[in-house]
């Protein structure tokens, strides 16, 4: 079954600790991407990788760090520099780069306490 | 910087009413456009998309939208909603400029429809 996947689907952590959110996609696309989606605010890309090894920041990258080290992983960390990290984060990818059409994962919830 | 507005935070409906969802983006050069939607508790979907030649593209459930470049505007339709069409709709813009490839969002419009 063909798809991104994230998890964990929520996640809570104390306030001064990184978290990892993780996103796997099985459908040989170069391109993937991260979202945080407040709500009222729409979408806000944090970050992009359109090949393996390669990233590019986004609108909103402060904060926020993220790996490519193989196609279909693309972990983003948010660290405790991260001023308001409760978000619900949203991961995309797209076949052929980024003027592609983008697919969601479900998301993953994150509330900091 | 580029911007897409979409005009309505949260739309009410009846079942069987028509829907009009609008959304006008600022970039003037080459643009792709799309309509997401999210259904309570669900991921993001894809709705339809316009890339290049006929303005008015057709997608899933029975929506339409029109892309109008004079207008720079990208309203998403249906003729007769259901109350299963309950979402939050995005409208997303590409453009081939500054920041290439970006994909901008709106900032989202709900809707509500009442059986």
């Known amino acids: 079954d063909g798809g991104i996947t994230q998890s964990p689907k929520y996640l809570f952590r104390k306030e001064g600790q990184n978290v990892t959110l993780s996103c796997e996609q099985n459908l040989n696309h170069d391109a993937m991407y991260w979202y945080r989606q407040d709500p009222g605010q729409g979408l806000r890309l944090i970050y992009y990788?359109?090949?393996?090894?390669?990233?590019q920041k986004g609108d909103i990258a402060e904060g926020y760090s993220v790996s490519r080290e193989k196609k279909e992983s693309f972990p983003l960390t948010v660290t405790s520099a991260q001023k308001n990290p409760t978000a619900f984060y949203l991961c995309?990818?797209?076949?052929?780069?980024?003027?592609?059409?983008?697919?969601f994962g479900p998301g993953t919830r994150l509330t900091v306490l | 910087a580029q911007s897409v507005s979409q005009h309505n935070h949260h739309v009410i409906l009846s079942e069987a009413a028509s829907l009009e969802l609008g959304c006008n983006y600022s970039?003037?050069?080459?643009?792709?456009l799309f309509w997401y939607v999210q259904y309570p508790g669900q991921h993001l979907q894809l709705l339809l998309k316009?890339?290049?030649?006929?303005?008015l593209v057709k997608g899933i459930k029975g929506f339409e939208a029109e892309f109008i470049k004079s207008k720079f505007s990208f309203n998403l339709r249906k003729p007769s909603v259901q109350w299963s069409d309950t979402a939050e709709y995005f409208c997303?813009?590409?453009?081939?400029?500054?920041?290439?490839?970006?994909?901008?969002f709106g900032k989202g419009t709900k809707l509500s429809v009442k059986p």
């Open positions: 316009y890339f290049s030649g006929d303005p």
């Open positions: 990788s359109q090949i393996v090894n390669d990233f």
């Open positions: 970039y003037g050069g080459t643009v792709n």
């Open positions: 995309a990818s797209s076949a052929f780069g980024r003027t592609d059409t983008q697919y």
């Open positions: 997303a813009v590409m453009n081939y400029g500054g920041s290439q490839g970006n994909l901008i």
